[in-house]
């Protein structure tokens, strides 16, 4: 198959334009890239309109996102994987989600690529999540491309993409982004009409209203991965799913070697006291999703982003590789959780009337499950029959609690509080960065509640484009911010719009420490 690393391995098959035994290195045909911006700034429908162009079938819009609560409250939970070809190459694209609480998982998938688009509402600008995910993307020396999107809107003019250009430029700075970093290539699109331009312009109309120019882009900004396909296979697992004949299925980008149904594999993990072999045996069956289907191969190569099964103990972070091969790649660090909650058993009057999985051991094994799937969130062992669950915010929690709802479990929770953090006698509290826009009647309204709730005004101006509305922002610790969502929409009566992302863990106050 030209374009792509994927060939099959019979005496009857076409010789591919490579091979791994002509190639030392992977394919300049493969692209690896990541579509990062904050909440509802056009990732996923972006993504409809790239699968489109590289002719995959889309059944509905939005296509990536798959799972029921994803639909239904239209926003990204969950980080999806796929493939696209476009002019004898071959693009693995990641989609990430949005939102602040779901920061792990972009975490956990930028150092699967080499690229980024990085996408940028045209009137609304950079936002707080837009820093956190190209705070990610330029810490592993990824070159961004800037995709200005939605410019077919009214209030967008051009004296407006060029301010948010500058706006960007000043952020990727204070980041401290390289002098490469610094050179990217600025696209303007509207997802929506489905095109994209490398000049300004409100519309394109006939052969040109497309996305060509932003899939040129990418082959001409993102480089090749740098893979050796003669070292022993390693793979670095970044997603984990369970399937109900295959059983686990481990998804990662493949760090050296080749790999093929039957190769006998072993998972192993680092740990301070050296490589521990997790499992050994087999791979029973390779996965690529290509479009909105997934397909098997029978092989594939360094540098490549595929799905693996045969193996049921490995989990995310922990590395597939040869038997012969002892070394564990080194995993992600994610930042910490800031909200925690405690699950136990349901103990009230009406016990028992709205679910099937009621005892301790069963939420349990359920919650472990959701642990070994997203890192961002811990579970430790609180009293009898009762866990204490970590995450980043009370949406990612709101949304497990949903999904454990639906699944038939039946369980209490507590109020979430604060996570903080010890550091030599020093107690550090979670600050958050706030982005709100608000009508002008209510500023003084957030000002007054979020300064009662230690929050401090970093910079206070108008909505470019919107008559009559206000952008403020704070920093604010994490426990002013509990509860404070529901008294947001009074306040300002379902017209404001509140962002928070994780911002630093600073010095709280010092525990004087006393001699035994």
């Known amino acids: 198959m030209r374009g792509s690393f994927i060939h099959l391995l019979s005496s009857t098959a076409k010789k591919p334009w490579w091979?791994?035994?002509?190639?030392?290195?992977?394919?300049?045909?493969?692209?690896?890239?990541?579509?990062?911006?904050?909440?509802?700034?056009?990732?996923?429908?972006l993504m409809d309109r790239l699968l489109r162009q590289c002719g995959a079938v889309?059944?509905?819009?939005?296509?990536?996102?798959?799972?029921?609560?994803?639909?239904?409250?239209?926003?990204?939970?969950?980080?999806?994987?796929?493939?696209?070809?476009?002019?004898?190459?071959?693009?693995?694209?990641v989609d990430t989600p949005g939102h602040a609480d779901f920061g792990g998982e972009v975490e956990r998938v930028v150092g699967m690529v080499e690229g980024a688009i990085l996408v940028v509402d045209a009137g609304e600008g950079p936002l707080a999540q837009t820093?956190?995910?190209?705070?990610k993307a330029l810490k592993y020396g990824i070159r961004p491309i800037l995709l200005l999107n939605k410019v077919d809107r009214p209030a967008v003019t051009e004296e407006r993409c060029n301010e948010v250009e500058s706006l960007v430029f000043d952020l990727f700075a204070n980041l401290g982004a390289t002098e490469e970093q610094l050179e990217f290539p600025v696209l303007y699109a509207s997802a929506k009409e489905g095109w994209v331009s490398s000049t300004y312009t409100k519309?394109?109309?006939?052969?040109?209203?497309?996305?060509?120019?932003?899939?040129?882009?990418?082959?001409?900004?993102?480089?090749?991965?740098?893979?050796?396909?003669?070292?022993?296979?390693?793979?670095l697992v970044s997603m984990m799913e369970r399937d109900s004949y295959l059983g686990r299925v481990l998804t990662g980008r493949i760090t050296s070697g080749v790999v093929r149904v039957g190769d006998k594999v072993h998972g192993i993990r680092g740990t301070d006291s050296g490589v521990v072999k997790i499992e050994e045996g087999k791979v029973v069956k390779l996965m690529k999703k290509k479009?909105?289907?997934?397909?098997?191969?029978?092989?594939?190569?360094?540098?490549?982003?595929?799905?693996?099964?045969?193996?049921?103990?490995?989990?995310?972070?922990?590395?597939?590789?040869?038997?012969?091969?002892?070394s564990a790649l080194p995993t992600v660090e994610l930042d910490p959780p800031t909200i925690s909650m405690t699950f136990g058993v349901n103990d009230s009057p009406l016990a028992g009337r709205d679910g099937d999985h009621l005892t301790g051991g069963k939420i349990c094994n359920r919650l472990m499950a959701e642990a070994e799937t997203n890192l961002a969130i811990n579970v430790l062992p609180s009293m009898?029959?009762?866990?204490?669950?970590?995450?980043?915010?009370?949406?990612?929690?709101?949304?497990?609690?949903?999904?454990?709802?639906?699944?038939?479990f039946e369980l209490s929770v507590s109020p979430p509080k604060v996570m903080y953090k010890m550091e030599k006698n020093n107690k550090l509290e979670p600050i958050e960065e706030v982005t709100i826009e608000v009508d002008e009647e209510h500023v003084g309204s957030v000002i007054e509640a979020l300064s009662h709730r230690r929050g401090v005004v970093m910079d206070v101006g108008p909505v470019a484009g919107h008559v009559g509305r206000t952008r403020l922002s704070f920093t604010c610790?994490?426990?002013?911010?509990?509860?404070?969502?529901?008294?947001?929409?009074?306040?300002?009566?379902?017209?404001?719009?509140?962002?928070?992302?994780?911002?630093s863990m600073p010095f709280l106050f010092v525990i004087p420490s006393f001699p035994s």
């Open 19 to 45: 091979s791994y035994a002509t190639r030392k290195h992977y394919s300049t045909g493969l692209r690896n890239v990541a579509v990062i911006a904050h909440v509802d700034h056009g990732k996923t429908t």
């Open 58 to 93: 889309i059944p509905h819009e939005r296509a990536m996102d798959s799972i029921t609560l994803e639909r239904e409250r239209g926003i990204t939970i969950a980080s999806k994987v796929t493939s696209i070809s476009w002019k004898d190459n071959e693009f693995n694209m």
């Open 131 to 135: 820093k956190f995910v190209l705070a």
């Open 203 to 235: 519309n394109l109309s006939g052969d040109s209203k497309n996305m060509s120019q932003l899939l040129d882009a990418i082959i001409g900004h993102v480089p090749p991965p740098s893979a050796n396909v003669d070292e022993p296979f390693q793979m």
């Open 291 to 326: 479009g909105t289907s997934m397909v098997s191969v029978d092989s594939a190569g360094a540098g490549d982003i595929v799905s693996m099964a045969g193996l049921s103990s490995p989990a995310i972070g922990h590395t597939v590789a040869h038997v012969e091969v002892m």
């Open 384 to 408: 009898s029959e009762s866990y204490e669950v970590q995450g980043r915010g009370e949406l990612q929690l709101g949304i497990l609690i949903e999904n454990m709802r639906r699944e038939g």
């Open 477 to 503: 610790p994490s426990r002013g911010l509990v509860g404070y969502r529901s008294v947001f929409s009074s306040v300002t009566r379902g017209t404001g719009f509140m962002h928070r992302a994780f911002l």
